[in-house]
């Protein structure tokens, strides 16, 4: 095996698993709650929506913190190193507090912006209030992971997600149901399942923290000050990924918004997809990561032609592992669906847009590896916040509205003009990357 080789598989694996992982908690709870009808799946998928705007939002600054740990391991700057790491659990510690404010104070002021149904802004409610404690250990657990990463121990994040996973489907099992003594507890108990995972989620990886420091004879620097850049650059790294990821989760969160306006069967086939949709992109997600931190490595030594040609092997493995991975799908759309007890009419529109997901993943997994890895391990994440920006609320959005509202489309069809936004950004963005412009090095 080449060392491009090793090197990626020593980063994207370990984090292709952990992300698969970390998707199966949705899959895991909407399986069991689809147990329990639509109204449940369609509370749950809300929730997962809202949610998706604190997760771009924390993700943001794990790759910020990443981008900085991977440029200064690379030039041996290991003091920068850590107060990058400081900087970036203190932002995410408040961002999660701000969030965790909004969940639980106002839960069902936020359902209301999604849908009308009484039933499912009552069980949304719930569930809400609960999950919502389980943001900052979220928080502090990925920028924990990012440090994890650059410093090769990408296992520790994967091994402490697997006891997660374990944790939140036996409580799952136990508390929605009301197994061995347990009195059944429906979207109650799915909520305290993915707190309490969560909760032991954070608490491995920091045990695996300390033990990393230990074997590799590290010692923590307790500062914020940074001496290479200044916390003005920091801002001018993070920003601009925090506004275009909160536009784009909140173009997502206006999506969803016009399927629940589309009729409660239409709402509940798209949120029946959406876990295995992040499933399967948390198949590949691993790529993305190892491309951040190996190129980011070579733009902190200056080896810039090193940083393009690894880009390119990564994008090329991205793409081949997209078609095959889409191809799977294709051919077990339909047995996924028939896994939840709802209509026969919601497990069809499920299928048909998993099916058109599948066509469409190829561009979603290479544009994830160019934004989310390659194009910001320079650091200028502004031109990323343009192509996003103008893709969601300048393509993928008015799409969306005219294909609903203007043409009367189902959701299949709806969903399919929307995601052509996909093609705008690889153009763009393989455009930015043949130019070069983007390797800077901190």
Request: proline share 2%; aromatic share 10%; hydrophobic share 55%.
């Amino acid at each position: 095996m080449s060392d491009f080789m090793k090197s990626l598989s020593k980063i994207a694996i370990p984090v292709t698993l952990q992300s698969m992982l970390q998707a199966s908690f949705s899959i895991i709870d909407q399986i069991m709650i689809g147990q329990l009808g639509e109204v449940n799946i369609a509370a749950v998928g809300l929730y997962g929506n809202f949610s998706l705007v604190f997760s771009v939002v924390i993700g943001s600054v794990g790759t910020v913190a990443g981008i900085l740990i991977a440029q200064f391991t690379g030039a041996d700057n290991e003091r920068e190193a850590w107060c990058s790491l400081n900087v970036s659990l203190l932002c995410g510690a408040l961002l999660s507090v701000l969030f965790l404010l909004a969940a639980g104070g106002f839960p069902a002021q936020i359902l209301q912006l999604y849908t009308a149904d009484g039933r499912i802004q009552q069980a949304g409610t719930v569930y809400f209030k609960t999950v919502a404690l389980a943001y900052l250990p979220m928080a502090l657990s990925t920028v924990l992971s990012a440090w994890l990463r650059c410093k090769e121990h990408a296992a520790i994040p994967f091994w402490a997600s697997l006891g997660a996973v374990a944790a939140n489907t036996g409580l799952n099992y136990l508390l929605i149901f009301g197994k061995l003594g347990f009195a059944p507890m429906g979207v109650q108990g799915a909520a305290i399942a993915t707190l309490v995972s969560q909760m032991l989620n954070f608490l491995l990886i920091l045990l695996g923290f300390v033990v990393c420091l230990r074997r590799d004879g590290s010692h923590p620097l307790w500062t914020l000050h940074f001496e290479r850049i200044t916390l003005r650059a920091y801002g001018g790294m993070i920003l601009p990924i925090l506004l275009s990821e909160f536009l784009w989760s909140l173009g997502q969160n206006v999506e969803s918004a016009v399927y629940g306006h589309l009729g409660t069967a239409n709402l509940a086939a798209y949120t029946l997809t959406c876990p295995i949709q992040s499933l399967i992109v948390g198949a590949l997600s691993g790529l993305s990561a190892a491309a951040g931190v190996m190129v980011g490595k070579h733009l902190g030594k200056k080896t810039y032609d090193a940083a393009y040609g690894d880009a390119r092997r990564i994008m090329l493995t991205g793409l081949v592992g997209a078609i095959g991975v889409a191809s799977l799908l294709v051919l077990f759309a339909g047995a996924y669906t028939n896994l939840y007890r709802v209509d026969a009419d919601v497990q069809t529109l499920g299928k048909a847009l998993l099916v058109v997901f599948a066509l469409y993943a190829p561009v979603k997994v290479e544009n994830m590896i160019l934004s989310g890895g390659i194009l910001r391990s320079g650091g200028n994440t502004r031109v990323i916040m343009i192509i996003d920006t103008i893709g969601t609320w300048g393509i993928g959005i008015p799409l969306c509205l005219l294909a609903a509202f203007g043409l009367h489309w189902g959701i299949v069809g709806v969903y399919a003009l929307l995601t052509t936004e996909e093609i705008f950004r690889l153009a763009v963005s393989l455009v930015i990357f043949k130019k070069r412009s983007w390797m800077i090095s901190l």
